[in-house]
């Protein structure tokens, strides 16, 4: 994993396996620029209110994610945008979570969110490696024709499942948090959950933030420290998805 440093925010560990063809070369630039984007605007909001966009549920974070692909798509993003899907013979109304452009290719992008506890076991938990899987079949289940009428301009049409992991270490309250662990540590947790998903991600990123936006965070009985954040992505061109 090669890292580079995000001016004030942190570093960013980036991981590709994305392969040649229509629009993957884009694609590793917009995994890039979003990842880059959300850090920055989670050290934003860390200084503006002390708190922090993803160590709470999928709604909170999904506004943050808007704000950080409107950072660098030209403001050419939809959230909730709807559509049909396509499970075995049903038909059904939907929503696809989110809908950018990025130097004339349209992205499509379902997202989901977890934890993992960096004192718990290594690889993906069950819930992750569902979460993923239902993030896949989801981007999956749009009709070709539909994702042809969201083209914007001439470029492709990429889809890819977004899963969000919000690493954590917590201890009683009263108690002083367990030692921060290193980067080093947190590429291994990292890439056990990595090597845990079906499909195989082809491109993830690991959000090493800056030493004060790992404070502990007091809860009632606990308190908790969250040293880094992950996020999967498995680029493909509208070609893998499914007619009908």
């Known amino acids: 994993m090669n890292f580079k440093t995000i001016h004030s925010a942190g570093s960013l560990g980036i991981s590709d396996s994305i ?16 990842a880059k984007h959300f850090l920055r605007y989670s050290k934003s909001m860390f200084e503006l209110t002390g708190d922090l966009p993803y160590i709470y549920r999928e709604r909170q974070l999904a506004p943050a994610i808007t704000l950080a692909l409107a950072k660098f798509s030209g403001d050419s993003v939809f959230s909730e945008l709807p559509t049909r899907r396509r499970v075995g013979r049903e038909h059904s109304h939907g929503w696809i979570d989110f809908w950018a452009t990025y130097r004339r290719t349209t992205f499509v992008l379902e997202l989901k969110h977890g934890y993992s506890a960096f004192r718990g076991k290594a690889g993906a938990q069950a819930d992750l490696v569902k979460k993923w899987s239902d993030a896949e ?40 948090p367990q030692s921060f662990p290193s980067k080093e540590q947190m590429v291994d947790r990292h890439a056990g959950i990595s090597n845990s998903l079906n499909p195989v991600s082809n491109c993830s990123f690991l959000l090493y ?30 070609s893998g998805a499914e007619s009908g």
Request: glycine share 8%; no cysteine.
């Open 19 to 34: 392969p040649d063809g229509a629009g993957m070369r884009i694609s590793r630039d917009f995994g890039t620029e979003l």
């Open 137 to 176: 079949s989801q981007v999956r289940s749009v009709s070709k024709e539909r994702y042809e009428e969201m083209r914007f301009d001439s470029g492709e049409v990429v889809t890819t499942p977004l899963l969000v992991v919000t690493h954590y270490s917590a201890s009683r309250a009263g108690h002083d």
């Open 209 to 238: 933030p800056k030493g004060h936006m790992m404070r502990p965070i007091g809860y009632e009985q606990h308190s908790e420290i969250y040293p880094a954040v992950s996020l999967f992505m498995n680029f493909s061109a509208i």
